[in-house]
């Protein structure tokens, strides 16, 4: 179903919308388990290798990784979609009820952006020992894998480079558990989209004293909805205070043809009216283009510059 118009404008309005039950369990429940099967097949390995002693196989989706990530950091390195490349995921990012909202707000001719992201957001306690398991000695590494998935305020609109500035490109964030204030669910200031602007601080992200005013708004979701936000909205998470993990993804849509703000990695047609054979439909593909773009480019290079006027920023619709 494509978004009604009171979701569109919900959006127009406020620079974001949840679509609540948009995805089932045949969406999610293949993308889950292509993830588990990544986590088991690295598990065995660190267990053959003997750098992990319990392969807790009996353990739920939410908590399995964390009690191996407590006992060796290492397994966490590859908890991405480019890097994990399972086929599950790849099939999903063309997922038609998914496509059908995007495509409310980007149009018939649809990309799937490179700057795309599978989060396992650890419990606080993993850090400290709370959460079960045996610990692995290196208590930095652990406290290091936790902070690195509290995502600082920023807005979409700074992580790509600047060719990209005038695109829309759309951010679909949804949830693989249930998420809240406890396990660390996203915030946004709604509305700041209005004024066409980024807020550039130092480093990355935006510093508090830089926030734009607005409410801080907390977004709970349940598993199979979906959030869509403008890029130019200012968003964080919050620490996972649960003792699970808060699995998500955040994926990014755009009208094909224009450019990603990341060229060095690779995008892909997901739907087309004008050209449905360039559809890409073969995972083989899909995966090669990001080994071999990996194998050039593992750091984003920074922007050159940082422009502080608004840009106009063209929706479909
Ligand atoms: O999922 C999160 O914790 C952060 C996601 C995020 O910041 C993003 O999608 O840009």
Known sequence: MALTQDQFQHFVDEGYVIVKGALTGDDLDPVIAGIEAFVDGRARSLHEEGRITELHE????????ALITRENPSIYDDIDIMHMRA????????????????GSLVGP???CSPIQHLRAKLPEAVASGDSGGNGSGDENALAARVKEN????????QVHQEDADPVFILTVWLPLCD????????QIIPRVHHRGTVYWSEGFGIEESGLPEGKVLSLP?????????????P???IPNRSGSIRWSLDLRYQQTGLPTGRSFYPNFIVRS???????????????????EALKVTTQRPPRKNRPTEPTPIRMYG
Not at 58 to 65: I, K, M, S
């Open 58 to 65: 009996g353990e739920p989706f939410e908590r399995r990784l």
């Open 87 to 102: 086929e599950a995921v790849f099939r999903f990012l063309g997922n038609d009820r998914m496509l059908n909202l995007v």
């Open 109 to 111: 001719e649809i990309t």
């Open 150 to 157: 509290v995502a600082p305020w920023h807005q979409d609109a």
């Open 179 to 186: 998420t809240d204030e406890e396990n660390g669910c996203l």
């Open 221 to 233: 979701m349940k598993k199979g909805d979906v959030l869509l936000m403008h890029k130019l909205i």
């Open 235 to 237: 968003h964080r998470s």
């Open 273 to 291: 009216q004008r050209h449905p054979e360039f559809v890409l439909a073969d995972y083989n593909t899909w995966s090669r283009g990001w080994e």
